[in-house]
């Protein structure tokens, strides 16, 4: 057992190239981390550049801020930002050692990248996704390698929190496992690692919640905000449901909240009548000003 842990240490110690799909909030913090932490070379690929470059200077943004407080020398700054590069090519994946996806909450669109994956990065990398609901024995299915697959869900914003669920799929060979868990360890994080179950660990609890504070702000049972003191006042949490659901993002949740309502079959799942609507209104929470509520543009 002990020579298994040294070996999976001394691979994820050698992995030298991450790659990152996906420059959203989600792909960029998990950049910053593999870059910062890791000291990984890290290629940020997404079909939009500007995206890209918007994520790089984000990380710059937030690795001054690391300089001013005294956490990062500037030096480390310097160094990190020289480890980060981006493509909107994914042939530019050939000489990746790990890839973690970071796409939004799609199967056909996660097993079609992964797809594409399997046949440009080279034999020996790892395919990890972020996915927050969607089965890994399935998008394992689209690859050649499904031992070579696994679950990585890091939680939201990546940089500050701690935790990383790791989640093999039916075919993730424990090799596979084993790496993943030390290179988030490289990355400073903590692990839990679920069963290949919708929703895993975190959200199979945390979307029912949310859900249900739509409900309970649906039928008029307490205003948005006696809703969100009650919670966070009443069981010590940092914020409400529903200012919450607005951070991760209405649509993230919708989707989630559809994926576990149609794999699991059951009607305490489905989701609230308010929450499809505000996302159908494009209330996304505050990426977009407004959600459960409003989000009034920086002047």
């Known amino acids: ?28 913090g998990i950049a910053h981390v593999a870059a910062l932490k890791g000291k990984k070379n890290v290629t940020i690929l997404d079909s939009n550049k500007a995206q890209s470059e918007k994520g790089i200077k984000f990380i710059d943004l937030m690795l001054q801020k690391d300089v001013s407080k005294g956490k990062i020398t500037e030096d480390e700054r310097s160094e990190t930002l020289s480890r980060l590069s981006i493509t909107d090519n994914i042939k530019d994946f050939k000489n990746s050692d790990f890839v973690i996806e970071a796409v939004s909450e799609n199967p056909s669109l ?24 969607i089965s890994i024995t399935k998008i394992a299915a689209s690859t050649a390698r499904p031992d070579k697959v696994i679950g990585m869900h890091f939680m939201n914003p990546v940089p500050i929190m701690k935790l990383v669920e790791i989640i093999p799929g039916l075919a993730t060979s424990p090799e596979t496992l084993n790496t993943t868990l ?28 949310i859900n249900e504070a739509a409900y309970v702000l649906q039928e008029g049972i307490a205003t948005r905000e006696d809703i969100d003191v009650t919670m966070k006042l009443g069981t010590n949490t940092p914020m409400g449901p529903l200012v919450l659901g607005d951070f991760i993002g209405l649509d993230t949740c919708l989707a989630i909240m559809r994926v576990l309502h149609h794999q699991l079959g059951d009607d ?13 209104a494009g209330w996304l ?4 000003g407004r959600g459960f509520y409003e989000y ?3 002047k």
Do not use: W
């Open 182 to 209: 030390e290179l988030a360890k490289l990355f400073g994080k903590v692990t839990t690692q679920s069963a290949d179950v919708p929703g895993f660990i975190a959200n199979r609890i945390l979307m029912p919640y």
């Open 268 to 280: 305490k799942y489905r989701p609230c009548p308010l929450l499809i609507k505000y996302v159908d």
């Open 296 to 298: 009034p543009a920086k």
């Open 1 to 28: 057992m002990l020579r298994a842990f040294k070996r999976s240490y001394s691979v994820a110690s050698q992995i030298q190239n991450v790659g990152i799909v996906g420059a959203g909030q989600m792909g960029v």
């Open 285 to 288: 929470g505050k990426k977009t």
């Open 110 to 133: 996660k097993r079609e990248l992964f797809m594409n994956l399997d046949q440009i990065t080279p034999e020996h990398a790892i395919l990890a996704s972020n996915t927050s609901s």
